[in-house]
């Protein structure tokens, strides 16, 4: 006990800078997939055939194989392939490389949640709109775009949280994030071996961190209760 | 004289031709019911003249104007559509207010819009359009729920401010798609109530309902479609009390034996 006591300061700082990383990587993610999906479910409801139809086929690619092979190539193949690796060495590479590979993949999961949530707003919103003589960009803006939102909040929570700790697969890339961090101290590092105990404290900032997002998208949903 | 003029009007969906020369002429102040069974074109018909579909073919004059012709491509343009689906009001079956706003914001939304947009030509202060929107509602009788949302009203209710949100943009026509066929049996009348209430004020309007009662008794015409044409049409009352058409025979025939 007193062991831990001496070695949890050492312990802590250096799942801190994981945890950094961690989060790095998720609010990355959340800024480049949110866009990026909205761009790809627009695409797979185009009425040009070939658009939608090489977008559904990315988006089937991508969600039905596993993140951590997609991440793996996407940082091997341009080095080992191309002769070309573009990603650069080091922590910074490996970052942008993951980044990538999250974007893409967060992207494709929320392009889905999005189409299901333009597609059920009834059509009779539209029309209604087109026959008071609104714009299509004033009809979306003021009257579909809420009432997406509001559907799109419960399956997006879901994506968000699994998001969360979906950041722990880079690792398979070596990125330093909270949980690279902790497994170091059951190796051997800065003096600490053997330890599993650091472990259970990445579960914390885990359920910390997830909890905070629970009341909080919990908090937009309620927000969004006043109207059905 | 004639407010609108519908000449020749077709309208297909794939090989099924839904409209089969379709016309009839309104004039101001006047109330035409349109009916006919399920699937006779009655809906399509008033989403043509909504603009909400495109007919293939025929002439659509509002005032005189052309507002439509299948000969002239260019009367088809998106940005001039927009202005002209303000001769039309709609009121659907289903009421589409959106829900995120209040009884109060729904019927202000579009005006104010509308006012916002320098090219419209109307450009009323948000006063104004306030004071109407609130005359609206007292005229429909829910002044008291101008700040319930939607899903707080009962259908009656909810399709009155849909009726009071159409006419806040003061159409040249209104129309409603069978206004209380969502409604159950008790909530209709306040609906009815209130369109013949509009039509004693000489609203121009466009009715299409199965409330036969309701028809012979506030419009002045009624149509008759079967099949995508005009099979009967002429005085409300002489068309309902004593049809010349075999079909509209039998169409009728249904509502007197349910006790209509």
Redesign the interface.
């Known amino acids: 006990m007193e062991l831990i006591l001496q070695q949890l300061p050492i312990v802590i700082r250096s799942l801190n800078m994981g945890f950094l990383q961690t989060l790095k990587l998720f609010f990355v993610t959340l800024l480049g997939a949110f866009p990026l999906g909205l761009i790809i479910a627009f695409g797979s409801m185009s009425r040009f055939r070939p658009l939608s139809g090489l977008t559904k086929c990315v988006v089937w690619v991508v969600r039905g194989t596993p993140l951590m092979i997609q991440m793996l190539i996407i940082y091997y193949f341009p080095g080992l392939v191309l002769k070309n690796p573009i990603w650069g060495g080091g922590e910074s590479g490996r970052f942008l490389a993951a980044s990538v590979s999250f974007i893409l993949n967060y992207a494709c999961y929320f392009s889905e949640i999005y189409r299901g949530g333009i597609q059920s707003v ?1 059509v ?2 539209e ?9 299509k960009r ?1 009809i979306f803006f ?2 579909t775009l ?2 997406m939102i ?1 559907r799109i909040v419960p399956p997006m929570s879901n994506e968000i949280i699994t998001l969360v700790k979906d950041t722990s697969l880079a690792r398979i890339i070596a990125l330093q994030e909270i949980i690279w961090a902790g497994q170091a101290f059951m190796k051997g590092s800065q003096g600490i071996s053997g330890a599993i105990w650091p472990l259970f404290f990445t579960m914390v900032y885990y359920l910390i961190f997830n909890g905070l997002l629970t009341i909080l998208l919990g908090r937009l949903e309620a927000k969004l209760n ?3 | 004289m004639a407010i609108l003029e519908v000449e020749h009007i077709r309208k297909s969906f794939g090989r099924t031709e839904v409209l089969k020369d379709i016309s009839f002429m309104l004039d101001r102040g006047r109330v035409v019911s349109i009916i006919g069974s399920s699937g006779s074109g009655k809906t399509t018909l008033l989403r043509c003249l ?3 579909e495109t007919p293939d073919a025929g002439v659509i004059r509002v005032n005189g104007d052309v507002l439509f012709d299948g000969d002239k491509p260019e009367t088809l343009r998106e940005d001039r559509i ?2 002209k ?2 001769h ?3 009121v ?1 079956q ?1 009421f ?6 209040t009884a109060l914001e729904n019927i202000m ?2 005006p104010t ?2 006012a916002k947009d320098k090219k419209s030509g109307q450009n009323l202060r948000p006063e104004e359009i306030r004071a109407t929107a609130e005359e609206l509602l007292e005229r429909i009788g829910l002044a008291d729920r101008r700040d319930n ?3 707080q009203l009962s259908g009656g209710q909810q399709q009155r401010v849909a009726i009071a ?2 006419l806040a ?1 003061k159409p040249d026509i209104l129309c409603f798609d069978e206004p209380t066929s969502a409604l159950d049996p008790e909530l209709t009348g306040e609906v009815l109530r209130v369109i013949r209430a509009l039509a004693e004020q000489h609203t121009t309007m466009i009715i299409v309902t199965h409330e036969m009662a309701f028809a012979r008794d506030v419009a002045d015409q009624v149509i008759f479609m079967d099949g995508g044409r005009i099979v009967e049409q002429g005085d409300a009352r002489s068309v309902i009390n004593s049809p010349q058409n075999e079909r509209t025979r039998q169409f009728l025939a249904h509502y007197s034996r349910n006790g209509e």
């Open positions: 009834p009779g919103q029309e209604a709109g087109l026959v008071l003589g609104m714009t004033q003021r009257v809420l009432q509001k006043y109207f059905r | 909504n603009f909400l927009r202005s689906r303000l039309f009001g709609l659907f289903n589409n207010l959106f829900p995120q706003y939304l579009a819009l509308l949302y939607p899903h949100r159409a943009l």
